[in-house]
């Protein structure tokens, strides 16, 4: 049996979405006979908003053991300085600016939350009584790449992590970045290439992660995507409501175009009633200027707004919703939200609007779990159909493509890594 060590900076009871990702290799790796050994930071659950997620917490260090994998919990730490010139007094923000410039030159990214200096004393000592065949570092934050030839020097072999890239509009068609950008852009990627040099493979959630980290990373990069969790799914019984419920579960950002959705559901709502039509937008306050504009533009008496839910009750929602929905990234490469996993194995048609002519596009092609739409005419006519189809007990959706929907379930993508570990 292989030992792995996998650091990750997030994980359980943490509910945001980099958890689920290392948990799901923590829950399915021994069905490819792989001993996991977890190492993160203290988390109480509640953590919500951005603020919380970087809040310290210095809880003693605890280890768990679970069914398939032991947990060790590290008290958080940041670095002293960088939490100091983070405060709003004006003259420290001035300096504050050059202090963040001189770390970032030098290599200390991410520095409200330092993954190194959390991690690294402890995994130091650690290897000293445990033996481990590989280690997976999974990033961000960034500054957890410089553990990298920690482990190299052990003789441990190295898998790094990508979930997300320093500067995600460089997978825009038409990336034209400012010279400051531009700038960034080549520190990221300098500290990049002579961190991972060392590692023995890349590992991201999406093929376009991949044109921008050859640039950086000489050897093998494989896709392992996100996905949904076939067990809640399977856990989370189906609540079906009296009513017509259009969803989109999870947040929407200022740079994704909403106005398609919006301006179609004026027009699908003209000759509807809100007795039988309910829009529920699922954790939309997470961003005030999206919800308020959807409040503004939208008749209140057909809609529900949320915070932030957890894990279960956003699949819940999915799972209740008549449609779902979501714009997609127009015009950008390969993003792709795990929202839009749990979408397609609920079962329920999705409208993609607008959608991306790219990843989520091609996802609903092969998985024939929905369509993407570009203007407000076609999302209202669309939507009457199903609208339609509903009202007369007709299925909205035929013909679903069941094996390629359980290719993307958080248990076979863990199980695609489990073969790359064993092939190392």
């Known amino acids: 049996m292989k030992n792995v060590l996998v650091v990750s900076y997030y994980f359980p009871p943490n509910t945001g979405a980099p958890a689920w990702r290392p948990f799901s290799w923590a829950t399915n790796f021994h069905k490819k006979g792989i001993n996991t050994t977890i190492i993160t930071r203290h988390w109480t659950g509640n953590e919500n908003t951005w603020e919380e997620f970087i809040r310290p917490n210095t809880s003693p260090l605890k280890e768990s053991q679970f069914d398939h994998y032991r947990v060790f919990y590290l008290p958080s730490r940041r670095n002293k300085l960088s939490a100091f010139f983070s405060k709003k007094n004006s003259l420290v923000r001035l300096f504050g600016k050059l202090y963040f410039f001189i770390m970032a030159l030098i290599g200390k990214l991410n520095t409200e939350i330092d993954g190194t200096l959390t991690f690294k004393d402890f995994i130091v000592n650690h290897l000293k009584e445990n033996k481990y065949d590989v280690a997976i570092i999974t990033v961000p934050p960034f500054n957890m790449l410089q553990m990298v030839d920690l482990f190299h020097e052990q003789n441990i072999k190295v898998i790094v992590d990508v979930r997300d890239l320093w500067n995600n509009m460089m997978l825009t068609n038409d990336y034209r970045p400012g010279l400051q950008q531009k700038f960034w852009d080549k520190v990221y990627s300098f500290h990049f290439k002579r961190w991972m040099k060392n590692a023995a493979r890349v590992s991201v959630i999406t093929p376009s992660f991949c044109d921008v980290l050859v640039k950086s990373y000489n050897g093998p ?101 008549t449609v779902l929905s979501y714009p997609g990234w127009l015009g950008t490469k390969g993003i792709i939200s795990t929202k839009i996993f749990d979408y397609i194995a609920s079962g329920n048609p999705i409208l993609i609007a607008p959608g991306d002519r790219d990843i989520i596009d091609d996802l609903l092609s092969n998985t024939n779990s929905g369509i993407s739409v570009f203007s407000p005419e076609e999302f209202a006519e669309q939507l009457n159909s199903w609208y339609s189809s509903w009202e007369n007990q007709k299925a909205l959706l035929e013909n679903r493509n069941e094996s390629a929907i359980k290719f993307y379930s958080r248990e076979n993508q863990a199980m695609l890594l489990a073969e790359l570990i064993s092939n190392l």
């Open 221 to 321: 990069i494989d896709v392992v995507y996100n996905g949904y969790e076939e067990y809640l799914f399977d856990q989370i019984a189906e609540e079906k409501s009296d009513k017509f419920i259009f969803s989109v579960v999870g947040s929407i950002y200022p740079e994704q175009n909403i106005n398609v959705m919006v301006e179609g559901l004026k027009l699908f709502l003209t000759d509807k009633s809100a007795d039988k039509v309910e829009l529920r937008f699922i954790g939309l306050n997470v961003i005030p200027s999206i919800s308020q504009f959807v409040k503004d533009h939208l008749p209140a008496n057909f809609l529900t707004i949320t915070d932030r839910v957890s894990k279960e009750d956003a699949i819940r929602e999915t799972k209740k919703a």
